[in-house]
């Protein structure tokens, strides 16, 4: 049987992947050998573990402080020697990460076919997310099979003359994982979280953690959770904070000590998707946090200069407003006081997905293959 050899590392790109391994073990056309790359040690195993995923190779690449550079190399040196002994007939590689690229260069030179899950977004920027866009623009110059979320990056690809034959439609997988996962209602391992969602007040669930905005722009985002805090006594604040200590030092010295700002170690996924749908209004830099919360029907208040998920924005449910200080503190207010205005953003839109990504992308694997056809593609009216 066809080997399918899915590759990844870091705590997004695990919860997309989730859904797809799962389904990549259920063909019975199809092996599945799971290969991690450990760029996320400590977040990728927290969701391995919850979906019960036990990877059948680990290059455990991760170092404190890792350069790109040296995700990369040794990435691609781990995979390298790995394929020398065991060739899978594709790999499928997901997203902008640096392990998802190097990923795709490592079996490009190897004459493995790469298949690309949630291919095809682009802000248009190629420093703006950093490294992501350049990451994402490289795997589609060598990518065998482009499985894009949405119409809107299944036309970016064309508009860069990738054949229409090689696209996709699939949906993003995580809505598949976020379906998985929210309605479980599993309890929380802080108390104080337990705490919070038995006293049912309001919820600002906040995460930050790109590369672009390290540094002035986070100690201002900060800040403005601090003003907000404040100003809002009735209103919590949670932050999940990322494992990365330049995150944390940037973020904490404004924010710690004050009694409605509950700072928190990364939740495990279960959790953090039980406090997304008990929030009140999401504030945040993530890309898969863009993609969940308009599922929950949450507002999304996005701290970046621009997206490759428009989707959401146009849908009226994401609103971007940028890093500045001010503007944070005053968007907020605003959704949290006017409640026509949250009334019109707090819509449960499903323009990523509908669930049926995993089943798609693994028909479509099994077409690149030569074993079956393609299921129909992924339309969000
Ligand atoms: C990476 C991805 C980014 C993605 C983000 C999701 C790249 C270039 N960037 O960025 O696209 O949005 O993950 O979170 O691939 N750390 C730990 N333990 C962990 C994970 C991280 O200690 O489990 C710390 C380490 O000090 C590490 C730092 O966080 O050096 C940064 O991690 P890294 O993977 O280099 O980049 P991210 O900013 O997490
Ligand atoms: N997430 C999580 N626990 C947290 C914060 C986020 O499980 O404490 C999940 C979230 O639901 C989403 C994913 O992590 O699916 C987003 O990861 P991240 O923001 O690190 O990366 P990005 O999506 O920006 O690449």
Avoid: W
């Avoid at 998802?100 to 248009?124: D, K, M, Q």
């Avoid at 945040?284 to 996005?302: C, F, I, M, N, R």
């Amino acid at each position: 049987m066809p080997v399918v050899m899915p590759i990844y590392g870091t705590r997004p790109e695990a919860i997309k992947m989730a859904p797809i391994v799962a389904a990549l073990q259920a063909s019975s056309s199809l092996d599945c050998f799971v290969t991690v790359t450990g760029q996320h040690r400590s977040m990728l195993d927290q969701v391995n573990g919850l979906f019960g995923i036990v990877p059948d190779h680990d290059l455990n690449i991760f170092e404190p402080g890792q350069s790109l550079n040296g995700i990369l190399t040794k990435t691609i040196d781990g995979l390298d020697k790995l394929f020398s002994v065991n060739k899978p007939d594709a790999v499928v590689v997901q997203g902008d990460t640096t392990t998802s690229t190097a990923g795709a260069i490592a079996a490009f030179y190897h004459g493995i076919p790469v298949v690309h899950v949630e291919a095809g977004l682009r802000s248009g920027d190629l420093f703006s997310p950093f490294p992501e866009e350049a990451n994402r623009k490289m795997t589609s110059q060598i990518a065998s099979l482009h499985l894009a979320p949405t119409s809107t990056s299944r036309d970016n690809l064309l508009a860069e003359n990738i054949p229409a034959a090689d696209i996709a439609v699939t949906g993003n997988s995580v809505i598949d994982a976020l379906f998985m996962t929210v309605d479980k209602n599993v309890p929380f391992t802080d108390p104080l979280l337990e705490e919070l969602a038995a006293a049912g007040g309001r919820i600002l669930l906040s995460t930050t953690h790109r590369r672009e905005n390290q540094g002035e722009a986070m100690r201002g985002i900060g800040k403005a959770l601090a003003r907000i805090a404040d100003a809002e006594p009735d209103l919590t604040v949670v932050v999940p904070l990322h494992r990365n200590p330049v995150v944390r030092e940037a973020v904490m010295p404004a924010i710690e000590g004050r009694p409605n700002i509950l700072v928190t170690e990364p939740l495990a996924y279960g959790e953090f998707t039980r406090m997304l749908s008990i929030s009140h209004l999401v504030l945040t830099d993530s890309g898969g946090v863009q993609e969940e919360a308009p599922s929950l029907g949450k507002p999304v208040l996005v701290m970046r200069e621009n997206t490759e998920r428009p989707e959401a924005v146009i849908a009226g449910t994401v609103k971007l407003i940028g890093t500045d200080e001010d503007r944070i503190v005053t968007e907020v207010t605003r959704l949290l006081h006017e409640q026509d205005y949250f009334d019109s953003m707090a819509n449960a839109v499903n323009p990523y997905g509908d669930g049926q990504a995993a089943e798609r992308t693994v028909a479509a694997i099994e077409q690149l293959l030569g074993l079956g056809t393609r299921t129909a593609d992924f339309t969000y009216a």
